[in-house]
């Protein structure tokens, strides 16, 4: 075994000849047993150890070599392990590599792939990567950087995945090795490294984006021009390991790229953007590297920044609730704001909702660190800001009210107002506006820009707005306002009033409608006006009146003005008492102008009728004097017009309608919501009277009373039910003001008494009701000789109804005459024993004789 030893040491073409013959054999199998065995008496066999691999290379490396190209895959398999461990053995010279290379060029680096199969490509570029970490400490390689270009380029875009993972490595070893012939070469190996990015495989794209951060620290600027797009692009990749190596990468750039200084507004957005992605641990990595960054630019620019350090500020009083980046950070944005706005702007204009997210959350951190320094690009940033907040996408919205609110920080009001103040006709000027409230400070806002925000939101153009993203905006907008001005916003509490109230008159919805009452309350806190909103309506209501100037023939259902005066006839409470002057004109404008749309009528005088029942609310702190005068145009010039007959179905419903409202005025104790309370929450001892004397009765019942009898004869049902309950407070009213006279009575009854046949049953039981309010608020002493013949048509049409098919009808006649059997029992008994054998209904006239019976003993 010795002399074996030795004789591969002094002979070793002689030792391997039997296998170096058979390598020329047509069997794949005794080739591949062959280099099998020189693998083994090379490296393998103990007795072989210690041989000289410089003696036995040149002998052996030929016959391997073309093993690289053998058909057999298995044969190329051994032979590339062979050479790798050659590599691993011989000594660092460059003359080995003058034959490994140019080889592994021709099965791998060339134009075509000669290596067909994907694991013998990956032992390839495996060695090729063992021969750069053998070599990396020594100056031997520059001379093979094209075959190593050729090859890396050439595997970078091999469709076997190990292959790309190793080219990477390798193109990160080699432009730390050969970084001279690397820069100058650097080109080359971006494009092929680039088309990785979109790999379906993370740990591809991972790698890649490690080698395109080598290749750019070692390469040149056009290197950083074509490779900086393509990693923004994937800062939106899905997978988080692959936003972690962006990050990381170009944190690296902006550290230690040497012409970092002319690409600082490429490399920023990357970083910042990073500051706002969703994973905690890629956020926790973007800020430590930001604030390495802007300590490294501190330091690097000392003697610049030194002025600017001795007159370093602490946190301002008035910051956002986040941590301030270091001073380093904020000169860096400074400096570059003004290059990555347009960009921002350009980019906000995207069809990619996604794109527009992560833009509009650079805007934030962009604002953030610019503090001040972004006043100078107001203008630029206001506009990106009504554009992202006009985004379909709420995500895309919420970054930008972020971005808002941090501006009003910093930016004085002075600086954005003029630049929004021609844009508040739209809703997304509104929401900038009421984000950036949200971040200013109070003191710099009370003055000048409150009073003309508020001036411009409150013109009836634009607070009349039933659009519901400006509706909403507007609310928000005065909300903002409250809050931080609190009660400096004393010179435009009226303002504020009409721009909530207006909402609260037409609101889109119900939601809006109570934001606005939300904000009329708050309204009422500030100004200290009482505990109920009535106190707010009663400092303002006027001014809104006044601003109904609108012609009432032109009012449809959605008109502004009417909503406002349907608002506070229902919502003003006592506060419209003072104000009656006002309401008067508006109400006979709009209810005694026959050609005024009929549905507009109808909902004001179903507002009125709601006044008229709440009187002892809205009416509890009015003069008499204007109550009378009010009541005076109520009655004659707008009920009872509207009662007169006129042919048509819309004439009918405003018929029907002045009738309820003829009822509502004439209840004498209406019932009401705030029953024996004020609107303000105190006792009301106050009672108010609308027809409190005699002398206020007697001139309506002349006009009213006929009005009445006819209207109780109308083709609608529902004015033939209202004209009875206006007939029977009447005549109550009459009654207890001393003026029920005989001639009234006999004037309603007769009407009233045709009624009892009416088609409608509600129609009769009203009429029974009335009857029996008509006669027991008879004048009294009431002459039933003089007047016989009413009371015996009086009992001669209700006892025939007491024979009537509908039992609860019965019932209602039953009890009516029993109540009216004081008008002349004698009468009743006479007639009820003259006829009782003609009636079915037996029972009921025997309880009715037992009654009268018993009354006249």
């Not at 790698?207 to 290197?223: D, E, H, L, T």
């Not at 040497?258 to 905690?280: C, E, G, N, Q």
Request: net charge negative.
């Amino acid at each position: 075994m010795s002399s074996l030893k030795a004789e591969l040491k002094s002979n070793p073409k002689g030792v391997l000849e039997p296998y170096i013959t058979t390598l020329q054999s047509e069997s794949k199998m005794a080739r591949k047993q062959a280099f099998q065995k020189i693998n083994y008496e090379i490296f393998e066999n103990p007795l072989n150890e210690g041989c000289d691999f410089t003696i036995i290379f040149p002998e052996i490396y030929a016959y391997v070599l073309k093993g690289f190209s053998d058909p057999s895959e298995g044969c190329r398999e051994m032979s590339i392990l062979i050479i790798s461990n050659f590599i691993e053995h011989l000594p660092l010279n460059d003359y080995y590599l003058t034959y490994i290379l140019p080889v592994i060029v021709r099965r791998i680096g060339c134009a075509e792939i000669v290596e067909e199969s994907e694991e013998v490509r990956l032992l390839l570029i495996e060695l090729v990567h063992k021969i750069l970490i053998k070599y990396k400490n020594i100056q031997l390689l520059t001379s093979f950087f094209n075959d190593f270009t050729s090859i890396l380029t050439k595997t970078s875009t091999d469709p076997f995945p190990k292959v790309k993972l190793e080219t990477c490595e390798c193109i990160i070893l080699l432009s730390k090795i050969i970084d001279r012939e690397f820069h100058l070469q650097c080109e080359s190996f971006i494009k092929p490294v680039l088309s990785n990015f979109a790999h379906q495989h993370f740990r591809v794209r991972v790698a890649a984006i490690r080698a395109i951060g080598a290749i750019v620290i070692s390469g040149n600027a056009k290197c950083f021009e074509l490779s900086i797009t393509p990693m923004a692009e994937k800062l939106f990749d899905e997978n988080t390991q692959v936003r972690m190596q962006v990050t990381l990468e170009v944190g690296n750039w902006m550290m230690k790229y040497k012409d970092r200084y002319s690409f600082w507004h490429r490399m920023i957005p990357l970083m910042l953007t990073s500051l706002s992605d969703v994973m905690a641990d890629i956020r926790t990595t973007a800020i430590k590297l930001w604030s390495e960054i802007g300590l490294q630019y501190l330091e690097e620019n000392e003697e610049d920044l030194k002025k600017k350090l001795d007159f370093l500020k602490d946190v301002p009083t008035h910051y956002p609730d986040v941590k301030r980046p270091n001073f380093g950070c904020r000169c860096l944005v400074q400096t570059n704001i003004g290059k990555i706005v347009p960009a921002i702007g350009k980019e906000m204009d995207g069809w990619q909702s996604d794109a527009r997210l992560r833009v509009a959350q650079l805007l934030c951190w962009l604002v953030l660190c610019a503090e001040e320094g972004a006043t100078q690009h107001a203008n630029a940033i206001v506009k990106i800001l009504m554009r992202g907040a006009a985004d379909e996408d709420a995500r895309v919205v919420l970054e930008i009210k972020r971005a808002a609110e941090l501006f009003g920080y910093f930016i004085m009001p002075e600086t954005w107002w003029p630049l929004l103040e021609a844009d508040v006709d739209g809703w997304p000027a509104l929401t900038v506006i009421t984000n950036i409230l949200k971040g200013s400070k109070p003191e710099l806002v009370k003055g000048k820009v409150m009073k003309e925000l508020c001036k411009e939101l409150a013109d009836p153009d634009r607070c009349r707005v039933r659009k519901p993203k400006y509706q909403s905006n507007l609310v928000h907008v005065t909300e903002a306002l409250m809050s931080l001005c609190g009660q400096d916003c004393a010179p435009v509490y009226e303002d504020l009033f009409i721009i909530n109230f207006t909402v609260y008159a037409m609101p889109y919805d119900d939601k809006m409608q109570f934001l606005a009452l939300s904000n009329l309350d708050k309204l009422r806190q500030l100004e200290d006006c009482g505990r109920t909103l009535t106190t707010l309506y009663d400092k303002h209501i006027r001014r809104i009146l006044v601003d109904i100037t609108s012609d009432a023939l032109t009012w449809t259902l959605l008109t502004p003005d009417r909503c406002l005066l349907e608002c506070v006839l229902l919502n003003a409470g006592y506060a419209m008492g003072s104000q009656l002057h006002l309401l008067a004109p508006l109400l006979r404008e709009c209810l005694a102008t026959p050609q005024v749309d009929p549905e507009v009528k109808l909902k004001v005088f179903t507002a009125l009728s709601t006044v008229l029942l709440r009187r002892q609310t809205n009416f509890s702190k009015c003069d008499t004097d204007k109550l009378e005068s009010f009541l005076k145009i109520v009655i004659e010039e707008i009920i009872v017009p509207n009662l007169v007959w006129a042919p048509g179905r819309t004439a009918e419903a405003i018929r029907t309608a002045a009738a309820a409202c003829l009822c509502s005025a004439l209840q004498d104790d209406p019932q009401t919501c705030l029953d024996d309370k004020g609107a303000d929450g105190d006792a009301n001892d106050k009672k108010v009277n609308l027809f409190p004397s005699k002398e206020c009765l007697e001139p309506l019942l002349e006009r009213v009373v006929p009005l009445v009898c006819a209207a109780a004869d109308d083709n609608s049902a529902l004015t033939r039910q209202h004209a009875l309950r206006a007939a029977a407070c009447l005549a109550t009213l009459a009654a207890t003001r001393g003026c029920f006279t005989p001639e009234l009575l006999h004037k309603m009854y007769f009407v009233v008494l045709k009624r009892l046949d009416d088609s409608s049953d509600k129609v009769r039981s009203f009429a029974v009701r009335t009857v029996r309010t008509l006669f027991s608020q008879r004048p009294r002493p009431y002459d039933t000789v003089v007047f016989g013949a009413h009371v015996d048509a009086l009992y001669s049409a209700m006892l025939i109804h007491l024979d009537d098919p509908d039992e609860e009808f019965r019932k209602e006649m039953l009890a009516a005459l029993i109540a009216l059997s004081d008008v002349d029992p004698h009468l009743l008994i006479k007639k009820v024993k003259a006829n009782i054998h003609l009636y079915r209904n037996k029972a009921a006239y025997e309880s009715l004789s037992s009654h009268i019976e018993n009354m006249l003993k």
